[in-house]
């Protein structure tokens, strides 16, 4: 049972232009949750997708990013007009059941934004 | 909003010593998780310890919980090299999903 899998696992984007982040969960796992975490810090919540719905968003930003997860295929974390800030690791996990509190994370996709 | 708070920020200690680190919080807690994060890599579970549960060990580990000070310890015992990792605690309250983790203790073992 293969774990969860991010790809990229390193990205590079110019500022303005757009970083699409996958997450394909582990078998028979329905939840998925975005974490972002810069330099020498902790990782902070950014959102938690069950399949075809965003159940918390509380922790994305306002502008420019948005989360799904299709029915079919992986979860897609999106970036539009990426700016400096931005770059951070961006780690994925997920969990077989609501309330199930043991997650499992992804190797996480590294974006640098130049 | 509720964060938890790790100490020491570095613990650097010799193979064979014990480790230990120290986590805090602010609000009242469903559970509490410690992680383990190599350097550049994913975070890996460690062990997870619900609120009504005092103390639990695995391996080498073992995990306190005192909800009257809302503090959580972690003890490695005869630490070894492959130990040097940064340790994250991470908490869930009430009826959300998500984690709310420290900025973690960076371990270093010296061979």
């Known amino acids: 049972n293969a774990g969860v899998m991010q790809n990229p696992r390193h990205l590079v984007r110019r500022r303005g232009q757009e970083a699409r982040l996958r997450c394909s969960p582990m078998k028979g796992h329905s939840h998925v949750y975005w974490y972002r975490q810069l330099p020498e810090e902790g990782l902070k919540f950014m959102v938690y997708?069950?399949?075809?719905?965003?159940?918390?968003e509380s922790g994305m930003p306002k502008e420019r990013f948005s989360a799904e997860f299709p029915k079919e295929g992986p979860s897609i974390l999106r970036i539009q007009q990426v700016v400096r800030g931005d770059s951070a690791a961006y780690f994925c996990a997920s969990s077989p059941l609501q309330g199930s509190t043991e997650a499992f994370f992804g190797q996480g996709t590294r974006l640098t934004v130049v | 909003s509720q964060q938890g708070e790790e100490d020491p920020q570095a613990l650097s200690i010799q193979e064979g010593e014990n480790a230990t680190m120290n986590c805090s919080y602010k609000t009242s807690i469903n559970n509490l998780q410690w992680y383990r994060q190599n350097s550049g890599r994913g975070l890996v579970h460690l062990i997870l310890?619900?609120?009504?549960?005092r103390e639990k060990h695995s391996g080498r580990l073992r995990v306190t919980l005192d909800t009257s000070k809302k503090s959580s310890s972690l003890l490695i015992t005869a630490s070894r090299a492959a130990d040097t990792a940064s340790y994250f605690c991470?908490?869930?309250?009430?009826?959300?999903?998500?984690?709310?983790f420290g900025k973690g203790t960076k371990l270093t073992v010296n061979p």
């Open positions: 997708l069950q399949k075809e719905n965003i159940i918390d």
């Open positions: 991470a908490t869930s309250q009430g009826g959300s999903e998500k984690l709310v």
């Open positions: 310890i619900r609120s009504n549960e």
